[in-house]
Every structure is written in structure tokens, then in C-alpha cells.
């Protein structure tokens, strides 16, 4: 049938026939909240790029969490800034660890919060690199032992999800025997596996202070121009026992989200990255878009794409916006 029979625009008409034939709806269930943990206690030091987020001593991230919990926000993705660094990254895996510390009071002050910890060493290494260093380069295999190790160190303070975002061959894997070989048979794996090499990640290494010291991250990072190559990472996480995959950045790897949902049965997550948050921040704070629009916009086109949950720096206010 065509025009005049077919007219699409009686579905427009009104908001409640809108509403009814609506495809995509974010729900704040499906989002995660990514916070910043730091030694000291009432420290709140806030990120410039960033606006609204902060690096939070255990305390005030504690507070956070009650805050988030109280507005419908039930998962958060914690990153780590430690009090030293060190060549391999192995304080990341210290019993002690900020990030340890943080899940062991999460936990116990607000149980429901769901807690994820993002595995990786870039945080914790003098040089910023995301594993150990041999002859320049980032050594796969020994950086596997301290992603390991990183990963019973939070399973150990009781976290409920591990989250590896360093790129190595085989980490996931690695962390599944590892974990299963300690006991923890039911503690899931959400890789980061389809991971850029993106500029989008700016902000966020100013947030959590792991920009790389020489180089840069193109050797165990995707490069952006890649999707083929997306399906044999996604793959081989599948074979290797990862619950939930990730593809980072979101916005402008849409096509990949898509491209995943139409090639594996698996739940499929998206990290709407700092970069891509800063751009909203700072083109609103100019007056030149509609910020309130433009995340729900967002969102829904992540989820629209195929994404079964998000990462966002959004969720806070996305749960103000929805209330
Ligand atoms: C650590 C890590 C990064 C991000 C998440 N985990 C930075 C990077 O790979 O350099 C980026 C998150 C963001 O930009 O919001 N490897």
C-alpha cells in the first residue's frame, strides 16, 4: 500500500498513540554509574573534564552510593586511584587496594548496590600502561597474572562482578579459571571486548590519572577503523566464559552494538564513555543543545542499537530526569 492509503504520520498524531507503538525505552535498571575511588577521607575532589563527577574518598563514595541507591540507580562500576604506583600494576591486586576497600564498604552500607570493579593496571602503573612493560611493549602473558590477581582481590572484599578492560589475549579466560579455582563459580565476567583505542577516553584518564606515559594504546586496543575484527573478540570472550560482553565507545561504534546483537546470543553491554559525556556537558553548558533532550536521545539510540545495559556517566541525572 502506498500514499494516500498509507499515511504514517496517524501514529503521530497524540502522545498516548505515541507512546503505544514506542520501540525503545531506557530503563534506569539497564544502567551502571561509573564513580571514582581515592585514599583519604572527605575527598571530593571534582574532575574539571567531567562536570558533576568526582574522585570520592571511601567515605563520600559510601554517601554517593546511598544517594544513587535512593534515586533507582542499583549498579556502579568502580575505578581506582591508588596512593602509589608501581612498574606491573600489582598494588591494583593488594589486599588493601582502593578499590578492594571501597566494595568491602559499599557492601556493607548499602548491600542492594550491585558493585562492578574494572579490572585493568593502567590505573595502578608508574607508566600508565595497561599490563607489564618488556622490551617497550606491554607483555601479554605476565600481565595476565596481575589481572588475575586484581580479580581475587575484589572477589575476596565481596565485589559482584568483574569488569577486565585491559585488551590482553586470553584475560578472560584467565580470570574465569582463576576465579573458579578460589570458589567463586558464581561470580560473573563483563568483558570489555570489542574495546577502541579511542580519543573519546580523554576525560577519563585525567579522572582516573592513567594516561599513558610514552606511546600509546594501539597494540592491545582495537583500532577504530575494525568491525570483523570486533566479532573474533567477541567471539573468542564468548568461548572463553565471559557472561556479558562490551563494546566501547558507544556513539560512534552504534554499528558494532548492532552488528553484535545480530551475531551472538548474549547480553551485550555499552560504555557511553567520558568523552562523549564531556561533548554534552560542554556544548550544553554553552546553551547550544537541549541537555535534558540530548541524553535521553543518546541513551535511547545506544539501547535503540541493541545494547542491553549502559555505562553512563548519564545515570544520575537520567534517574532525576525520569522521576
Ligand atoms: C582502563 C579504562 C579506560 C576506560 C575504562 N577503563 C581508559 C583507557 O582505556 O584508557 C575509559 C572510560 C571512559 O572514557 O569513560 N583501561
Partial sequence: MNFPTTRLRRLRHTPVIRNMVNETKVDLDDLIMPLFAIYGSKVKNPIKSMPGNFQLSVDLLVEECKLLSDKGVQSVLLFGIPEHKDETGMVGAHEHSIVSEAIRAIKKAVPNMYVIADICNCEYTTHGHCGTIVDG???????????????????????????????????????????????????????????????????????????????NRATYQMNPANSNEAM???????????????????????????????????????????????????????GWVDEERIVKEILTSIKRAGSDIIITYHAKEFADYIR
Avoid: C, H
Fill in 137 to 215: 611493549d606491554v607483555d601479554n602473558d605476565s600481565t595476565l597474572e596481575t589481572l588475575a590477581a586484581q580479580a581475587i582481590s575484589f572477589a575476596n572484599a565481596g565485589v559482584d562482578m568483574v569488569a577486565p578492560s585491559d585488551m590482553m589475549d586470553g584475560r578472560v579466560g584467565k580470570i574465569r579459571e582463576t576465579l573458579d579455582s578460589k570458589g567463586f563459580i558464581n561470580l560473573p565476567i563483563m568483558a570489555y571486548s570489542a574495546k577502541y583505542a579511542s580519543a573519546f577516553y580523554g576525560p577519563f584518564r585525567d579522572a582516573a590519572d592513567s594516561a599513558p606515559k610514552f606511546g
Fill in 232 to 286: 573474533r573478540e567477541i567471539e573468542l570472550d564468548i568461548f572463553e566464559g565471559a557472561d556479558i560482553v562490551m563494546v566501547k565507545p558507544a556513539l560512534s561504534y552504534l554499528d558494532i552494538i548492532r552488528r553484535t546483537k545480530d551475531t551472538f546470543n548474549i547480553p551485550i553491554a555499552a560504555y557511553n564513555v567520558s568523552g562523549e559525556f564531556s561533548m554534552v556537558k560542554a556544548a550544553a553548558a554553552n
